[in-house]
């Protein structure tokens, strides 16, 4: 385990920020930063489901997690490079209020030329449906990491189908806990764990639907 995971894992918020400016003053790649505060919440995950960590250090992590960004975003959006592209509309879906992941989404899709509509979280199906409506987006990025939100984004793409959208519309989910299944289950057109991968398929959507 690297001294970032580490530290991450421990809850040490003051050693996190010093490792994450170290490691930017270095040169380092802010992707391969956040990769490891990400692997440090993964460990802070396991620990909260073995019962070694319980509501309240989830909720630090949080926090330690959303520090370490305020430090690494400036860096990132050119990591994702420049294009033009088209309207996404993204949002952690009804039930979640998960928004770490998404919001790291959102900064990567504007790096690499996308115009975004951010919901925030806890979204109802028809609050997205009708952003679609208003801004004639062709790509819907939804965030779930609990599994209720399967559900929600089910529920979603539903309702987008209802009113006639999805034809013209490209779906992709993610968070740490999507999986294929949950794609069959919801009937997405694609799936991540990776915010960098997230931008790959929503250029890959873009290119589907010239
Ligand atoms: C921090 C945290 C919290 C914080 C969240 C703070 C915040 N502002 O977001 C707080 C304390 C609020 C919280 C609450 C809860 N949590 Co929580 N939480 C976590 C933890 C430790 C880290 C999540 C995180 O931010 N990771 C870092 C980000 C960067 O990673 P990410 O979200 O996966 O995002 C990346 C990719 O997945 C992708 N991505 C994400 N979204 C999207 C969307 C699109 C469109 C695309 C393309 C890509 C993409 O890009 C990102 C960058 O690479 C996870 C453990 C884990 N291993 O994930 C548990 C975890 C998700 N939580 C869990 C649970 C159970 C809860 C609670 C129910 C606890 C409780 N008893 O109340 C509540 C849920 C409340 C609710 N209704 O939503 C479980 C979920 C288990 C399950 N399968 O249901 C987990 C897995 C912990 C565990 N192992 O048990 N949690």
New binding site residues.
């Given amino acids: 385990m690297s001294e970032l995971v580490n530290a991450i894992a421990e809850l040490k918020m003051a050693e996190v920020s010093e490792l994450v400016t170290q490691k930017l003053d270095a040169g380092e790649d802010p992707m391969a930063i ?2 490891e ?2 692997q440090g ?2 460990v ?3 620990k ?2 073995s019962g070694t960590y319980f ?1 309240s250090e ?2 630090l ?3 330690i ?2 520090q370490a960004m305020s430090l690494i975003e400036p860096k990132m959006e050119s990591a994702a490079g420049q294009g033009d592209a088209p309207t ?1 509309v ?1 949002g ?1 879906v009804k ?8 919001d ?2 959102a900064v ?2 504007k790096g690499a030329g996308f115009k975004v509509h951010d919901l925030g ?2 979204v109802p199906p028809k609050v997205f449906v009708e952003k679609i409506k208003e801004t004639g987006a062709t790509i819907l ?9 399967f559900d929600s984004m089910r529920a979603t793409v539903e309702a987008v189908t209802e009113a006639g959208l999805r034809e013209n519309l490209k779906v ?7 999986s294929e299944q949950v794609l069959r289950h919801c009937g997405a057109d ?10 790959e ?2 250029k890959r959507f873009v290119e589907e639907m010239k």
Avoid: Q
């Fill in positions: 956040l990769d505060c990400r919440m993964d802070v995950g396991d909260y489901k509501l989830l909720i992590s949080g926090e997690f959303k996404v993204l952690t039930g979640d209020i998960h928004n770490l992941g998404k790291i989404v990567l899709l979280i806890d990025g939804m965030s779930g990491l609990v599994t209720p939100s992709v989910i993610g968070g740490g806990v999507i694609a799936f991540t764990t990776d915010g960098l991968e997230g931008v398929i929503c």
